[in-house]
């Protein structure tokens, strides 16, 4: 998997669209996705507002890998 493809961009947090797949908007709120964001923040305790390239390794991978 292109882990740049998916994240192209990892200076914007995911709440600004940070992930660019098809059908996985991360800037939307209220969708599916916006939900299992939300959710893992919560759980993993990061903010849907900091930039990818300041979240923790483990976290980025959980996002990109479940």
Do not use: C
Not at 25 to 52: E, I, Q
């Amino acid at each position: 998997m292109d882990e740049d493809a998916i994240i192209p961009d990892r200076s914007l947090s995911l709440r600004q669209g940070a992930i660019q797949v098809s059908g996985w908007n991360s800037s939307a709120r209220h969708t599916m996705a916006g939900m299992y964001l939300k959710g893992l923040a919560a759980h993993y305790g990061f903010s849907l507002d900091t930039p990818v390239k300041d979240l923790p390794d483990d976290v980025v991978k959980v996002l990109l890998y479940g």
